[in-house]
């Protein structure tokens, strides 16, 4: 079955470590995104890629990175930088002109 | 600035009952879309219901329907014979455009709880 893949589902990581959230789809979707959520609030958009090797900054990108370097995989990694990583980060993905996202089951990071 | 405005943190319903989810939502674009996704405690994000702004009919889908009131700047989500398993977290969205594209942004969301 398509669908979009995370990994891993529960993700620890001490302060000052940088780590790398997976997410792969099988649904040949052009479109790529990365949202976090925190408790209470809705999701916000870190970063979306529209084509390979490409790839925007969104609302809340400071701390973090992505790439794009095959159509099935947008990783993020949440850097030492990020001051507050401690989150549940969903992935998506949309084909153009399909309505509506296809999400990921999420990562939840925590900071110990 | 884009916005969405969910303002029922929660809700309760009792089953085979209808309920209405409000969504209030703020842009100066002439074309967008709205959306609404559910949330089950796994945490996967699930697509329910699309409106175009438009659309001059409200979106259906099965139990779920829009109910679109562009002058008010409004798109309820309602939900027909409530069943325990739509107890989860109910999210508006809204992209500019009307395909759903690029930073799509979210409400806060409603815990929406069924009671049998």
């Known amino acids: 079955d398509g669908g979009i893949t995370q990994s891993p589902k529960y993700l620890f990581r001490k302060e000052g470590q940088n780590v790398t959230l997976s997410c792969e789809q099988n649904?040949?979707?052009?479109?790529m995104y990365w949202y976090r959520q925190d408790p209470g609030q809705g999701l916000r958009l870190i970063y979306y890629?529209?084509?390979?090797?490409?790839?925007q900054k969104g609302d809340i990108a400071e701390g973090y990175s992505v790439s794009r370097e095959k159509k099935e995989s947008f990783p993020l990694t949440v850097t030492s930088a990020q001051k507050n990583p401690t989150a549940f980060y969903l992935c998506?993905?949309?084909?153009?002109?399909?309505?509506?996202?296809?999400f990921g089951s999420g990562t939840r990071l925590t900071v110990v | 600035a884009q916005k969405i405005t969910q303002t029922q943190p929660g809700m309760f319903v009792q089953e085979k009952e209808a309920v209405t989810l409000d969504c209030t939502y703020d842009?100066?674009?002439?074309?967008?879309?709205l959306f609404w996704y559910k949330q089950p405690s796994s945490g996967e994000m699930i697509f329910l219901i699309y409106?175009?702004?438009?659309?001059?009919q409200n979106a259906t889908e099965g139990r779920y329907s829009l109910n679109f009131q562009k002058a008010r700047k409004s798109a309820n989500l309602v939900i027909s014979a409530s069943q325990l398993g739509d107890s989860a977290m109910y999210f508006c969205?809204?992209?500019?455009?009307?395909?759903?594209?690029?930073?799509?942004?979210f409400g806060a969301g409603t815990r929406l709880f069924v009671k049998a």
């Open positions: 998506a993905s949309s084909r153009q002109g399909v309505y509506g996202y296809t």
């Open positions: 649904l040949n979707h052009d479109a």
């Open positions: 890629s529209q084509i390979v090797n490409d790839f």
């Open positions: 842009t100066s674009d002439q074309s967008y879309g």
């Open positions: 409106q175009g702004s438009y659309d001059e």
């Open positions: 969205a809204m992209s500019p455009g009307e395909t759903g594209g690029f930073k799509t942004i």
